[in-house]
């Protein structure tokens, strides 16, 4: 229909297919010194990108360039691709839920009156990350959550707690458990029958994503609901202190734990007509504990006791599609009119292609975060299996086999648009491993060479750029100095976190006019403006309510 026709560009022709490459988590950090893997990696590729001055630039990719409440606020993956799919920016769940418990609009909603319906006779669980990280949830938002649920009647309160360690420092959950333990007795000099009840490692325990390892899910469910884990203590402080003592442990994969009383009888087991709400905002992580919880028919794995009457919520709903949740406290965001829907209504045929850990990033936080596609006849989505093991392991990933399936998808000459989604950048930047992110780095560039050499061959063009950073910066620092924060032992500190850091946007292949340069009017832009930019090089005007457009065709 004619809302939704794309104006031919003036100058850049159609027809010539496009490669959107976005190396995860791949920053332009200002430390260019050892601890910065995308610096110290050798990338001739990438390095050759970067020196075309006309065609290269920097975008900012964080805070509220993609809609988080400030500029502290470090990009991620999620807000990244919304943003990057949809030329726009649009307040994300972080903001969200800040700004419904400031105005109280969280307690007022039909989630919470879902919810409260339990608070009689009945326990409420709260489960959710235990960080500040501000990616999935914020450790401020938890406890005014819980604090307004005692206020409106909550009697008796249970905590399920995964422990971070990848959105803020390993070790940290060792203070957030602490904290939380004094807030709580706080709360339980009020009255309120207030405990921590279980918990485990938010990469071992219930916030798998995509589909990658059910077996996480189903240790949480273990742990959360049934009571039920290898590891029991009397004190939620002594689980984490002592499990992170394992060996291999972390805050990252801490092994999952029960907190049980005097006689050994868990806590805080989830019963028949108890309420059940995920803190989490953000959705990737919290789709499949959701669907344990909210349906009835239900065979990933054997749930043993699924209690009746729930009175279930998310934080958010977490897919659009599916109304998954069917109850939630914050509305989400309402991302349309994406790039994607635009081009198959366009005629544009379109692949998109990532391993297991960033395939729903390309599709569903892409098209504006939905499940499905816009149109199956015009679309390919290729998810390549990802490895199931700490990724610093296995550092190349699956960034050969994505380059593999890009390739063939060029060639078979049926797509206009293909997006590409390199995980490794970024999956074991989370590690926290230098070495293992500087050899994710060098075989991403080897492999986006293949990629982009395949694209001159067929006479296109390609935008490469990155959704945040993350593998540009592998230490903590000094504020002040820069210089890397040591450990008792001398050791310096990784950062598994992404960083603040600014991201490489580069465009060019054979097809490409030799007249397209970055405009210099746009300094300020950040990474919506990409959308609007690989639009036009497939030959089309933005939409006139994106961000502007990185390039000029003069
Ligand atoms: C995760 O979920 O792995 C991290 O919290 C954020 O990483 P991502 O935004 O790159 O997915
Ligand atoms: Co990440």
């Known amino acids: 229909s004619s809302e939704w026709k794309l104006k031919p560009h003036p100058v850049l022709p159609s027809g010539k297919p496009c490669v959107v490459c976005i190396l995860d988590g791949f920053g332009e950090n200002k430390y260019k010194d050892e601890y910065n893997a995308v610096h110290s990696a050798r990338t001739p590729n990438v390095d050759k990108l970067r020196e075309n001055a006309e065609r290269c630039r920097f975008v900012q990719a964080h805070g509220t360039w993609v809609g988080l409440p400030s500029n502290d606020d470090m990009g991620n993956s999620e807000v990244g691709h919304n943003a990057i799919g949809s030329g726009k920016v649009y307040k994300q769940g972080a903001s969200l839920v800040d700004a419904a418990l400031e105005s109280g609009d969280l307690f007022k909603g039909d989630g919470f009156a879902h919810v409260k319906q339990a608070f009689e006779g009945h326990t409420l669980h ?58 709580l007795e706080q709360l339980r000099a009020k009255g309120c029958d207030a405990l921590i009840a279980s918990g485990g490692g938010r990469m071992h325990v219930t916030m798998d994503r995509y589909e990658a390892d059910w077996e996480i899910v189903e240790r949480g469910w273990k742990a959360h609901v049934l009571g039920e884990a290898p590891h029991t203590f009397t004190k939620a402080l002594d689980a984490v202190t002592e499990l992170r003592k394992l060996p291999k442990a972390n805050d990252q994969y801490l092994e999952p734990f029960v907190i049980v009383d005097g006689e050994g009888k868990a806590v805080g087991t989830v019963q028949d007509g108890d309420a059940v709400v995920l803190f989490n905002y953000r959705s990737d992580r919290m789709v499949e504990i959701s669907k344990a919880f909210e349906y009835e028919n239900f065979s990933a794995f054997d749930r043993v006791r699924y209690p009746k009457d729930l009175k279930f919520a998310g934080m958010l709903q977490y897919d659009g599609d599916l109304k998954l949740p069917k109850n939630y406290l914050v509305p989400p965001p309402f991302i349309e009119r994406t790039s994607g829907e635009y081009m198959v209504k366009n005629g544009l045929s379109i692949f998109a292609c990532s391993e297991t850990q960033k395939f729903g990033h390309v599709t569903f936080f892409w098209n504006g975060n939905r499940s499905g596609y816009f149109d199956e006849k015009r679309e390919t989505y290729v998810e390549i299996p990802s490895d199931k093991c700490p990724f610093n392991e296995k550092p190349d990933m699956k960034t050969r086999e994505i380059t593999e399936a890009g390739i063939a998808a060029l060639k ?72 890397p924060l040591q450990d008792a032992n001398g050791v310096n500190m990784a950062l ?17 006019k030799d007249s397209v340069k970055m405009r210099d009017d746009l300094p300020e832009a950040g990474i919506a403006s990409i959308t609007a930019t690989f639009i036009n090089l497939c030959g089309y005007e933005a939409p006139s309510d994106y961000c502007p457009t990185l390039i000029k065709t003069d």
């Open 412 to 483: 078979s000459g049926k797509y206009d648009l293909l997006r590409i989604n390199y995980a490794s950048p970024d999956m074991v930047g989370h590690t926290g491993s230098l070495e293992a992110t500087i050899r994710a780095c060098e075989t991403c560039d080897e492999c986006l060479g293949e990629l982009l050499a395949e694209v001159d061959k067929l006479g296109g063009v390609y935008l490469v750029c990155s959704d945040h950073g993350n593998a540009d910066d592998m230490v903590q620092r000094n504020k002040k100095t820069g210089q």
């Open 126 to 183: 709260l489960i959710g990350l235990l960080s500040n990280g501000g990616v999935h949830a914020r450790y401020e938002q938890l406890k005014q959550l819980f604090q307004g649920a005692y206020e409106h009647g909550a009697k008796r309160i249970r905590l399920h707690i995964l422990t971070d360690g990848r959105d803020v420092p390993d070790g940290s959950s060792i203070e957030f458990v602490g904290q939380l333990e004094k807030d």
């Open 496 to 512: 598994t976190s992404h960083t603040l850091a600014p991201v490489m946007v580069a465009v060019g292949g054979a097809g490409l």
